[in-house]
């Protein structure tokens, strides 16, 4: 893999953070191509500062939810093809419908498995 990706990782809880870092890094990426963001106002600003190939939020977070930081995305035409995974707890019908119809391209509900991830990764990243 020559490419280098830029990966943005949005959730309020450090650990959670640290969960999903290192089921990136067994997948291979380096920890230089992952950015941490806090909540999505954090995550908003850096998205208009920089370029990334994909975007792992998760929903509840304290300043700005994932589901606004999704909808702040995808006004944005430049940033359709954004790739957006939520990470979330909510896992009702009525909020996987939400979170699709705001734009996210894939849901995963927490807790959730190392391999769970790598296969939504893999669906994003070979699309």
């Given at each position: 893999r020559s490419i280098k990706m830029?990966?943005?990782v949005v959730d309020?809880?450090?650990t959670m953070r640290r969960i999903i870092i290192n089921v990136i890094l067994q997948l291979g990426y380096k920890k230089d191509e992952i950015t941490e963001a806090e909540n999505g106002q954090q995550a908003w600003e850096y998205i208009q500062q920089d370029t990334?190939?994909?975007v792992l939020t998760d929903w509840n977070m304290?300043?700005?939810s994932g589901l606004d930081l999704v909808k702040n995305i995808r006004s944005?035409?430049?940033l359709n093809d954004l790739p957006i995974i939520m990470i979330t707890t909510e896992g009702g019908k009525a909020e996987v419908v939400t979170a699709l119809r705001a734009g996210?391209?894939?849901y995963i509900?927490?807790?959730f498995t190392a391999a769970?991830?790598?296969?939504?990764l893999n669906a994003v990243f070979s699309a």
């Open positions: 830029k990966i943005l309020d809880s450090s990334f190939n994909i304290p300043v700005m944005k035409d430049s996210v391209n894939n509900v927490k807790p769970l991830l790598k296969e939504k």
